[in-house]
């Protein structure tokens, strides 16, 4: 069974002050791990897809990296508009073709 | 590109009666479509896994007969929330997976949909 686990749950920034949200993944044969933003009272904004292992994609100040066993979201210089929900999710390849969502990061860059 | 609308997007509804939820992929077609539930602050659930042309596979303990979906064409799937109670109330959202390709891996999202069941 595939499992994702999303840390920290919840993590508070200063504008300018970098940092990075994890997520552990296992899962059988990965075809793709995928980041998502999500606003209040909104449906999950797509962010980043990664295949492999060293992979690395970038959007504005988002940065995704993927090991063998985790991802990275690394936000360099949040601003107050990255304050969301971010979601990271895995598909793999065993049978099913429903993808395996954490529980999130919540996010709160304060100017 | 890779747009997905949900309509409609907040409703209000009184006890015992159905409502229903169109979700549109605008700019791809999607084989799958999947539709969640989410309470406050707590992540998705997923409902059912929707593929066009045939029956929906709902998850465990999902009411088939209360929530129905269709998904009729490579663009359109519908959730009708059938004899709606109080507790019916959430934040519905739907996501549609490209058809072909590595890409299908992706889903998009709507931007949800608010019942509330007076």
């Known amino acids: 069974e595939d499992q994702v686990t999303q840390s920290p749950e919840a993590l508070r920034l200063q504008e300018g002050e970098s940092s990075s949200l994890n997520c552990s993944y296992t899962?059988?044969?990965?075809?793709?791990l995928f980041w998502y933003r999500q606003d209040p009272g909104k449906g999950p904004e797509f962010l980043f897809t990664l295949y492999s292992a060293g992979e690395e994609k970038e959007k504005e100040r988002l940065k995704a990296t993927l090991t063998k066993k985790e991802s990275f979201l690394h936000i360099t210089a949040p601003k107050p508009e990255d304050s969301a929900t971010y979601l990271c999710a895995v598909q793999g390849s065993g049978g099913s073709y429903i993808p395996t969502f954490g529980r999130g990061t919540s996010l709160i860059v304060h100017p | 590109g890779a747009v997905v609308s949900q309509h409609p997007s907040w409703v209000i509804c009184k006890s015992g009666t159905s409502v229903k939820i169109e979700c549109r992929s605008l700019d791809f077609q999607a084989t799958t479509m999947f539709w969640y539930r989410q309470f406050p602050k707590q992540s998705l659930m997923l409902m059912a896994t929707?593929?066009?042309?045939?029956?929906?596979?709902?998850e465990q303990g999902v009411e088939k007969d209360k929530f129905l979906i269709n998904h009729a064409s490579l663009t359109l799937s519908t959730l009708t929330v059938t004899s709606a109670h109080p507790e019916d109330s959430s934040f519905y959202i739907c996501?549609?997976?490209?058809?072909?390709?590595?890409?299908?891996?992706?889903?998009?999202f709507g931007p949800g949909t608010r019942l509330t069941v007076t």
């Open positions: 929707s593929n066009e042309g045939s029956k929906a596979t709902y």
């Open positions: 996501s549609a997976r490209p058809s072909g390709s590595r890409a299908s891996y992706e889903q998009y």
């Open positions: 899962v059988s044969g990965l075809r793709g």
